[in-house]
């Protein structure tokens, strides 16, 4: 790959990962309107008014990551041309920090507020493609680790992604279940005696669901001649299961929908990687 | 006019003599007494029946499950019961039943549940009853069974008490304070998040002694109708309350608590658009030609306060408002609220009105105005408080006090016409 080439692709990759982080961040920020795990946590600490302080704060720095990530385009230069004494490169890279460690800690706190829930115990797991992202963006534009290595920790990022929703899916998890009949409600009709036999649906596909997710995780990180067919397969996927909060309970779900954008994104944006790759290595 | 001695004098005695009476009225506000209230808890050691409360169920006009713990797993473990007061002594007592479940609380330190379950009881019935562990013996206590005649009576309820361990006490103390003054109200609805952690047998212990105070000076006990929330997962919450709902669902189940009033008491903290769903259908469909008020309650709202709405909203509400539910009772956002009427996610007057959201203890959240089911007629605000729910054949009569006994809301709402 010569270097225009190279510089192309960076970007590109770069510029991906910048948007699929701003929708995420748009989705963190509109979710705070109601309160947050964190400001569960608080309450009892530090009464009301503090934690719903917090999480108006956390918002706002949010909102500002959506708005300004996308335009803070000094990662798409070269590492070499990046500037730490530039005001906006560090602004760049502390808005990242903020991003992946709201994320990190909302998975946490997920998980440590519903200790008592087995499904909650997954979080971290499902929501490490989210935290992920960012710190990979913070590393490309420092110039930390190869870009292969990065590519590498998004691989595993989206793997964990999948084994941590297909846990959940396998152990039958109330959540999906409800996503499935909600979907199921919406496409053919809503109908609360059918709803039994919509549950009974939901309970025989969940498993295999499991075992799908598992199967891709799997098959992400190996190198195999399917990697791209199943980075595809798993946007497709990360798409519908995101968009299956709206389908069951409604547009007013939507920030359900972008606060994962990183999970079908992130494969997207690896498929779209391969893709260049080998359409590169073709015309070499 | 110059005030003389004698009017300071009189407005000194006046002003004192309203401060006894209102600390007459409310000693739970005074640190002191909720200490001293406290500490003569019974104590959880060897056989010693401690932790004590009534369940119910689905029938509690004429079953209801008496329960207790242990520290050790001990022997015998029997409830005497009789239809007037035997002054705590064993022999005395008419009925008896020996505990039907008897079990170590998961993860405790060997403390065991025993749940006796009193079947045949009459109706609109007193009974006193002595809880015997071992030859250890509980004071005597008595709750009044559910009617099977049309007459006015009250149930309590309340949800979310699980921090803010003082003002559990404190709201605790509210209700054994209004049980005792009013022989109406004969039950305790509990809408969830008893505690922070629901495998923490610690955390639970906890407020199974602080739930003693809410058992009135004469010995009268609410009996509970749990609710199970989102903090309240795993499985002591079974073993607390001898598995509301029965093993076949979860935590699910209706009450009639009169051959006027149901509550249905849904859980959703599981699958909410299934099997619950098609249960819940047929129970309101059978329910609602038959009685006059019908209730619903679960945790997470359909119509928050605060939060965003649950899958209650998807799945319950079109179910609620094809048969008519009169009130559905909310937790989970710490607030006080009470939604305009609502039908097909509009006001109207045809609709349902859903009140909440949980001040048995917990921290009170600002609630968000600006949601439009909150607007007046609606009314959303804070405080610790009970709802004191009262049914008559002309109306039901709503109001939510707090802890000094203001009146932070009150609504009536009138049968629906056929």
Not at chain 2, 97 to 117: L, P
Not at chain 2, 143 to 149: G, I, N
Not at chain 2, 260 to 288: C, I, M
């Amino acid at each position: 790959m010569n270097s225009f080439e190279n510089h192309f692709s960076y970007a590109r990759l770069a510029w991906g990962l910048r948007w699929i982080i701003s929708l995420q961040c748009f989705g963190y920020a509109a979710s705070l309107a109601v309160p947050s795990h964190l400001n569960s946590w608080l309450l009892p600490l530090q009464g009301d008014a503090f934690a719903g302080s917090v999480d108006t704060t956390i918002a706002l720095i949010l909102w500002t990551a959506g708005c300004v990530l996308p335009f803070l385009g000094r990662a798409s230069l070269p590492v070499s041309q990046t500037k730490w004494s530039c005001p906006v490169v560090r602004c760049d890279a502390a808005l990242l920090c903020f991003v992946a460690g709201w994320a990190f800690l909302n998975a946490v706190l997920s998980w440590q507020m519903n200790i008592e829930d087995v499904f909650h115990a997954t979080d971290p797991f499902g929501h490490a493609v989210r935290f992920v992202a960012p710190v990979v963006l913070l590393a490309y534009f420092t110039g930390t680790g190869s870009r292969r290595k990065l590519e590498w920790f998004l691989r595993l990022a989206v793997a964990s992604t999948f084994i941590g929703h297909g846990l959940a899916a396998y152990w039958l998890k109330p959540g999906f279940v409800d996503l499935i009949v909600g979907t199921l409600d919406t496409f053919l009709g809503s109908d609360w005696r059918l709803a039994e036999e919509r549950e009974k649906m939901a309970i025989i596909l969940l498993p295999w669901i499991g075992r799908m997710d598992f199967l891709l995780a799997f098959l992400i990180l190996l190198p195999t001649k399917y990697r791209k067919t199943v980075a595809l397969w798993m946007a497709i996927w990360g798409f519908v299961t995101a968009t299956s909060r709206l389908t069951a309970f409604g547009i007013e779900r939507w920030p359900d929908l972008i606060i994962r954008a990183a999970n079908w994104g992130i494969p997207l944006l690896l498929w779209w990687e391969m893709r260049a790759k080998i359409k590169s290595s073709k015309n070499l | 006019m110059k005030p003389t001695t004698l009017h300071l004098t009189l407005l000194l005695s006046i002003s004192l003599l309203k401060g006894i009476s209102a600390n007459e009225k409310t000693p739970w506000l005074d640190e002191k007494f909720v200490n001293r209230k406290t500490d003569g808890l019974s104590k959880l050691e060897g056989s010693n029946p401690a932790q004590w409360r009534v369940i119910w169920k689905t029938d509690p006009a004429n079953k209801a499950t008496v329960s207790w713990t242990t520290a050790t797993q001990g022997k015998n473990h029997v409830v005497h019961y009789d239809l007037m007061s035997k002054k705590g002594l064993p022999k005395n007592y008419t009925f008896k039943k020996v505990s039907d479940r008897n079990g170590r609380f998961s993860g405790s330190g060997g403390e065991h549940f025993h749940h006796a379950r009193l079947a045949e009881l009459k109706p609109s019935t007193t009974y006193w009853f002595v809880i015997e562990s071992d030859g250890n013996l509980s004071p005597e206590m008595h709750f009044t069974t559910a009617p099977m005649d049309d007459r006015d009576f009250s149930v309590i309820f309340g949800g979310d008490s699980r921090t803010g361990h003082f003002e559990r006490a404190q709201v605790n103390l509210l209700m054994a304070a209004l049980s005792e003054e009013n022989p109406e109200i004969i039950a305790f609805a509990h809408g969830g998040d008893y505690i922070v952690s629901g495998k923490n047998w610690g955390q639970w212990s906890r407020w199974l002694s602080q739930h003693e105070l809410t058992v009135a000076a004469s010995g009268k006990v609410l009996p509970i109708i749990p609710t199970r929330g989102n903090h309240d997962g795993g499985p002591l919450f079974d073993e607390i309350f001898d598995s509301p709902g029965g093993k076949e669902r979860e935590n699910y189940f209706s009450t009639r608590l009169s051959p006027q009033v149901a509550l249905v008491t849904l859980n959703s903290e599981t699958k909410a658009g299934g099997a619950q769903r098609t249960w819940l259908g047929k129970t309101l469909e059978s329910l609602r030609p038959k009685v006059r008020w019908l209730l619903a309650e679960y945790h997470r709202p359909a119509w928050p306060a605060v939060k965003k709405p649950g899958a209650a909203k998807e799945f319950w509400v079109p179910l609620f408002e094809e048969f008519d539910v009169d009130l559905v009772v909310e937790s989970d956002g710490h607030v006080i609220k009470r939604t305009v009427p609502i039908r097909n996610e509009k006001k109207d007057s045809t609709g349902v009105v859903y009140v909440g959201e949980g001040g048995l203890g917990v921290p009170q959240r600002k609630p968000d105005l600006s949601r439009w089911y909150l607007r007046s007629p609606g009314l959303a605000t804070r405080g610790h408080h009970v709802m004191n729910i009262r049914f008559t054949p002309e109306k039901i009569g709503y109001k939510v006090v707090l802890l000094d006994r203001s009146i932070a809301d009150k609504a009536i709402f009138r049968p629906r016409k056929k």
